[in-house]
């Protein structure tokens, strides 16, 4: 089984604190993703990786940034958290290459920023 | 850019009946279309997906039905259970074939006993 996890499923921080986010795979997929998930919003991508330190934005990277330095790893970090990244965060990982591979999903981190 | 659209926004069915829930997708190069099934509290988890070149696809009280020139997909629930409850998220696959799904504003899937 396909298992995705992420460093913690609640974090409160103070706006302006600097915030990481981990997300480990461990099924060797080359894709991962950082999602936002916002009620009525949908899932919405914020940066996606298809290769070691290799990184794409997605539909709403202001005010984040991600590292990729090994495989499994896909960091998210808030350079200067606001109240307006309140947010459910998820991560995923997929296999990579045909574009047409399932998403595995970690639990979420759900982040209050006060 | 691209963008999919879901509809109803929240579908609130008796026990026993069935549900609908529909996708438009914008990008004609689309070729994979996924429903994902969150239940509270948990992570999106996939129950059924459907690639371009085929027209339908079942998988036990589940189906998903794809018309590409309309550029609309749809996941049908038969016979609900109150388990069905969930949020129920569609996504399509966009051009550039990296893996990136674009994915709907999810439904509120309410099935009352």
């Known amino acids: 089984d396909v298992k995705v996890t992420q460093s913690s499923r609640y974090l409160v921080k103070r706006t302006g604190e600097k915030v990481f986010l981990e997300c480990v795979q461990d099924m060797d997929h080359e894709n991962m993703f950082w999602y936002r998930q916002d009620p009525g919003l949908g899932l919405r991508l914020i940066y996606f990786?298809?290769?070691?330190?290799?990184?794409e934005k997605g539909d709403i990277p202001e005010g984040y940034s991600v590292s990729r330095e090994k495989k499994e790893r896909f960091s998210l970090i808030l350079e200067s958290a606001s109240t307006n990244q309140t947010s459910m965060y998820l991560c995923?990982?997929?296999?990579?290459?045909?574009?047409?591979?399932?998403?595995?999903f970690g639990p979420g981190t759900r982040l209050t920023v006060l | 850019g691209e963008n999919v659209e879901q509809h109803p926004s929240t579908l609130s069915v008796q026990e026993g009946d069935s549900a609908v829930i529909k996708c438009t997708y914008s990008?004609?190069?689309?070729?994979?279309f996924p429903w994902y099934k969150q239940e509270l509290g948990k992570r999106p988890q996939l129950i059924i997906d459907i690639r371009s070149n085929v027209g339908e696809k079942k998988d036990q009280r589940i189906a998903v039905t794809l018309n590409k020139t309309a550029k609309h997909f749809s996941l049908h629930i038969t016979e609900t259970q109150p388990e069905d409850s969930a949020v129920y998220f569609c996504?399509?696959?966009?051009?550039?074939?990296?893996?990136?799904?674009?994915f709907g504003q999810g439904t509120t899937l309410q099935v009352k006993p």
């Open positions: 995923a990982s997929s296999f990579g290459g045909t574009g047409t591979d399932t998403q595995y």
């Open positions: 996504a399509a696959s966009v051009s550039s074939n990296t893996g990136k799904l674009i």
């Open positions: 990786s298809y290769d070691v330190k290799m990184k």
């Open positions: 990008d004609s190069a689309s070729n994979y």
